[in-house]
């Protein structure tokens, strides 16, 4: 069971505050097959300071082309949400994890039963793509009063007006989406990145985080002169799914991490 | 357009979160919430803009060739013992009702200066709308399309081509309008800021399911009209085939306030109302064919157009009231549903509504001297190569429509 204790949020404040730039990759629950619960506690060793676990759904639209096959390969070979939170349950590694589906999984389950049973897997947080602002209530008072952590996204697209009112409503930090478009990864980092993480930094305390087309450790620390820290997916997954192993995942992650202690 | 609201209850406007009853809403991605608002302010002062609305009436007289007419089956009707009529959406311009809500969202498209127009299609006959209203219009255009749907509906393809779209073929999940749905929207979610994505039904995120229905209102208001003149008042019921429900909801919206019994029908193997479970993809909560995770299932059937897991948010509050029944039928009973109407009336039926009648054949003792309206969504051109293959006995064909 996960060892961490304490909020997402406190926790990745006081990372902060100790001068870290915040490292968030992703691991797809089912991906590889053998020996995806491995990335849980070698991402941590490497420099993880939390971690997005994502649980694989049939019809994820926020997602490119290689968490998209990721998902896929998964959910061929078994993979569904009861055992990936029994799996993550029997992890630990010492810092908070974040469930990442789409929003049918929870409302499926019944809000409660799908916040409750996060928590007993030693999960901390959720993040549910298609689950904007107007939509999140229900679930996000579940959540609360369960523990668990509803992390907002914050896109390019939204009017000034928009954005602080899911800064109020996020919790564990604020997900800035890098750029127009899903998962994946992009040649060079989006101008829209820098930007969406200025707009956040300008009015929140609130941990901001960028994800999505995050491709590479300078991308990262481009990206980290401006936001707090970074979630970085389908580069990561990118290298398994082209015959890469575990270890090597964990390599890359650990590159990311001193690409950002170099910041 | 109507001017549905207040007056008109059931099958009005949903309510602010874009809800009928507990159905609907919007749940997409934050990167899209931005332009599906815009879209409910646009599509709100088009609607009450006269000269919007007379260019959308002028576009389905002049260009799509409305009112479609009404046709009453002597033969059927003898054969069946009770009066048929159909509402003839196969003889509007390219072949299906689904040119009336292209043409409304093209022209919304373009007056909100958008440039490109994407879709998603099924059996192809909302792509091939698609495409011929974004030549007209002189936009670009592109639709995504299962791979199994290219293979089956290889025709459509072409005329898509023809007509100057790109179409895409969307080879993940069930490779069907399923996986079609979220090819488009990923692309939406990537191109918004000059894309207009081109919903085919009334499913999707408020504001779609209430502004496709109203752009197919006319279906309803012209066949209430045409029954009137016909057999002096409304038929006793009304039935239509359900892949996402934009041809029922147009059909039942010109009768949804009388006696008239409104029945939707989906196929076996598609049957997101008779399951009755309810879930969230595609931008709303409706009912949703999905396993004990929650994971959306495959929808199966003869009919690419109805080979759609879920139903829009509105049938499924219909269901939920009361106010609509919906039944399921078989490929077997669809295909001979098919030839039956080829034989007896000299109208090749498309598939889809192929289901509407099937559904009348098999509740044949319940009908028995009532006046029954079919919406007659689609021609068959599209489908026959297929039947053909079925009807030989083609094993391959067989699997591609089963696969
Ligand atoms: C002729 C025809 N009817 C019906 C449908 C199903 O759509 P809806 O349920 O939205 O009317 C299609 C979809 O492709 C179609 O081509």
Redesign the interface.
Known sequence: MNGFTGTLEEHLISRRASGAKLLLPYVTGGYPVDGWTRLIEGFAQAGADAMEIGIP????????PTI?EAS?IA?ANGS???GVLDEVARTDPGVPLIAMTY???A???GHQRFAESLKRAGISAAIL???????VGPWAEAADSAGIETV????????DE?LPR?VERTRGFIYG?GL???TGERAALASSALEMARRLKDITDKPVIIGIGVSNPSQAAEIAQVADGVVVASAIIRRMLEGGSVDQAIEFVAELRAALDSV | MSSAGADRPIMGEPDASGRFGQFGGRFVPETLVPACAELEAAFREARADPDFVAKFKALLTDYAGRPSVVTECHNLSAHLGFKVLLKREDLNHTGSHKINNVLGQALLAKRMGKTRLVAETGAGQHGVATATAAALMGMECVVFMGEVDVKRQALNVFRMNLLGAEVRTAMSGSRTLKDAVNEAMRYWVAAVADTYYLLGSVMGPHPYPWMVREFHHVIGEEAREQCQALIGGPPDVVVACIGGGSNAAGIFSGFVDLETELVGVEPAGGAAIGRKVPGVVHGSLSYLMQDEFGQVQEAHSVSAGLDYPGVGPEHAHLADIGRARYEAVTDTEVLDAFQLLSRTEGIIPALEPAHGLAWMVKAKDELQGRTVLLSLSGRGDKDVEQVQAILDGNPEALKTMRS
Do not use: K, W
């Open positions: 759904f049939s019809d994820p639209v926020m997602d490119g998209q896929a959910l569904n949400p009861s929003y049918n999984v409302y499926h389950m793509p298609d689950l904007p602002l107007e939509e907002l996204l914050a896109a390019p697209t939204a009017p928009r899911i989406v127009v478009g899903t």
